[in-house]
């Protein structure tokens, strides 16, 4: 796994730039604004900290990949939490549950319907 102090190194190369005292360029005399030109390779959200930092971000209801580039959904990472289905709306997690079934106080625990 790429330590995150490398990553800003890791995706300007795969972006075929050159880094010179950490500063970034398209060829010796061009500085590159990464999150400009290239988002950063970054798959939702670049932030240009600084013309040597960048970092990724993703929208809400995602998160950063082990990568730190690529954002997945919080469903996609233990279901959300949910104990039956989970969907982003909003960019919130909701939690829903198969028929016969209705969702607990915690809104993410699935319990059977009592019939009276």
Same mark, same amino acid.
């Given at each position: ?54 970092? *990724? &971000? =993703? /929208?809400? #209801? !995602? $998160?950063? %990949?082990? +990568?730190?580039?690529? @954002? ?22 909701? *939690? &829903? =549950? /198969?028929? #016969? !079934? $209705?969702? %607990?106080? +915690?809104?993410?625990? @699935? ?6």
């Amino acid at each position: 796994m790429i330590e995150p102090s490398n990553m800003n190194h890791v995706i300007a190369e795969s972006l075929g730039l050159l880094r010179h005292h950490n500063i970034y360029y398209s060829d010796l005399n061009t500085v590159v604004d990464v999150c400009e030109e290239f988002n950063g390779n970054c798959t939702q959200i670049c932030i240009h900290e600084s013309h040597r930092r960048f970092y *990724c &971000s =993703c /929208e809400s #209801g !995602y $998160v950063l %990949d082990t +990568d730190m580039a690529d @954002c997945v959904s919080e469903c996609d990472i233990e279901n959300g939490g949910c104990s039956d289905y989970c969907t982003l709306s909003d960019g919130e997690v909701a *939690c &829903s =549950c /198969e028929d #016969g !079934y $209705v969702l %607990d106080d +915690d809104q993410k625990t @699935c319990i059977g319907q009592s019939v009276c």
